[in-house]
C-alpha cells in the first residue's frame, strides 16, 4: 500500500540556519511527490512537485526538493531560513491511478528561533 | 490565478445536524476532492469525484456522508447526522485533466478549508 513517513514530527531551527525536512514514500511504480506548507489556521500550499525528469525540484519560497528512488526519499530543503517559514509541512505522494488521490505524511512542524 | 473557493470558512453545529460545506473549484476542471484534517493530525482523502459521481471513498466516507455537483460549478459535501469527531478541517480540491500520454499533470488546487466544530 501506497505511504508517506516523516520521521521529524517536530523540528527547531535558528533564523538564517540551513534546513532539511525528511520525507519517505512506499509506491509501487513511478511516484507524484509533492512538498504542501499550512500556516497556522491556513489552507494548503504546494510547495514543489516532482513528477519527473531532474531530479531537483525547485519550488516556492527557495524551497528545494531531491528526488531519490534508491532511498525512496523526497527531502525539502532550504539553504537560510526565514521566521516566516514557521509552519507545518506536509509531504504527500500522488496515486498516478484514474483517482490521483493524495496520500500524505503526518507533518513536521517547524519552529524558527530569531 | 484561479482559486478554489470554500464556504463557509468555519462553521459550528450541534451534534445529529446535518452540515452542507460548499465548494467551487476552478471551472475547467474535472477532478474534485474532499479531504479533512482532524486537528493534529495528517490530511486523510474522503472521496474523489469524476464525471458526475464518485470515482473513490475511503473507509471515512461512510453513508453519512454524500458529494454532489447540484449545478455544473458548486460540489458539495453533505454531513447528514454530525458528531464529535467529525470536528474537523475539511478540504475541497480540484485537479484538471489528463496531460499529454495519458500522464497525469496534477494541477491540483486545494481551498482554504472550512472548520468545522460539532458540539
Known amino acids: 500500500a501506497q505511504s508517506v513517513t516523516q520521521p521529524d514530527i517536530h523540528i527547531t531551527v535558528s533564523e538564517g540556519a540551513s534546513l532539511e525536512l525528511r520525507c519517505n514514500y512506499s509506491y509501487g511504480a513511478t511516484p507524484y511527490l509533492f512538498w504542501y506548507v499550512q500556516s497556522p489556521g491556513q489552507g494548503l500550499q504546494l510547495l514543489l512537485k516532482y513528477f519527473s525528469g531532474d531530479t531537483l525540484v525547485q519550488g516556492i519560497k527557495g524551497f528545494e526538493a531531491e528526488f531519490k528512488r534508491s532511498q525512496s526519499s523526497f527531502n525539502l530543503r532550504k539553504p537560510s531560513v526565514h521566521w516566516s517559514d514557521a509552519a507545518e509541512y506536509f509531504c504527500a505522494v500522488g496515486d498516478a491511478g484514474n483517482n490521483r488521490k493524495l496520500i500524505w505524511g503526518l507533518g513536521t512542524s517547524l519552529a524558527v528561533n530569531p | 490565478e484561479p482559486e478554489v473557493t470554500q464556504t463557509p470558512s468555519h462553521q459550528v453545529t450541534q451534534m445529529g445536524q446535518e452540515v452542507i460545506l460548499r465548494c467551487v473549484p476552478i471551472?475547467?476542471?474535472?477532478?474534485f476532492y474532499w479531504y479533512r484534517q482532524i486537528l493534529g493530525q495528517k490530511v486523510e482523502f474522503l472521496v474523489s469525484?469524476?464525471?458526475?459521481?464518485?470515482s473513490e471513498k475511503s473507509e471515512i466516507f461512510d453513508d453519512q456522508f454524500s458529494v454532489e455537483r447540484p449545478d455544473g460549478s458548486n460540489f458539495t459535501l453533505k454531513i447528514r447526522s454530525t458528531k464529535l469527531e467529525d470536528s474537523a478541517m475539511y478540504f475541497c480540491?480540484?485537479?484538471?485533466?489528463w496531460g499529454h500520454g495519458g500522464r497525469p499533470t496534477y494541477g491540483y488546487t486545494f481551498g482554504s478549508g472550512t472548520r468545522l466544530t460539532v458540539v
Open positions: 480540491a480540484s485537479s484538471e485533466a
Open positions: 471551472s475547467n476542471h474535472l477532478y
Open positions: 469525484f469524476y464525471n458526475n459521481e464518485i
